[in-house]
């Protein structure tokens, strides 16, 4: 096979530049045989920065499908708030409707005065009203005064 001279190859300009700082003599002979070792070395090089390359896009596309699943749990999540949010708005003309009643209150479950045996007093974090039948609901600190007022209200009236 006839070979064309290394000066028509498409990247002997690139190589010239490269060695224009070269103070040495230059002869044909040398020229050819340093571009042969300058673009087997350069191959070289743009082949494992091409590895380098395929293995940080593999590296991403795992990153993205991560983060892809993440939005999709995200999404989930984000609709299923929504709908409660919903469902409660639905359901909070009856609180209204609750606290007009005088012998229910309505803490984590609705507490019907007449069934209640004990009132544990508030910790940190909750209180406990246990009622008739083994059953038992709990509230927020914040509603026991409020909880404590009607229910006494409500034996006081009786």
Do not use: C
């Amino acid at each position: 096979m006839n070979e064309l001279p290394v000066q028509m190859h498409p990247r002997y300009a690139e190589f010239l530049e490269s060695i224009r700082d070269i103070t040495l003599r230059k002869t044909p002979a040398i020229l050819e045989f340093g571009f042969h070792v300058w673009l087997k070395t350069t191959q070289q090089n743009e082949g494992e920065q091409l590895s380098a390359l395929k293995r940080d896009l593999n590296i991403k596309h795992r990153e993205v499908a991560e983060l892809q699943k993440q939005l999709a749990i995200m999404s989930e999540e984000y609709e299923r708030v929504t709908e409660k949010l919903e469902t409660r708005k639905e359901f909070d003309f009856l609180d209204a409707r609750i606290d007009a009643l005088d012998s229910v209150f309505k803490l984590a479950s609705l507490v019907q005065f007449k069934y209640v045996q004990d009132v544990t007093e508030p910790n940190e974090s909750n209180f406990k009203v246990s009622m008739a039948g083994g059953h038992y609901t709990f509230g927020e600190p914040e509603q026991y005064n409020e909880f404590m007022d009607k229910y006494l209200a409500w034996l006081e009236s009786r």
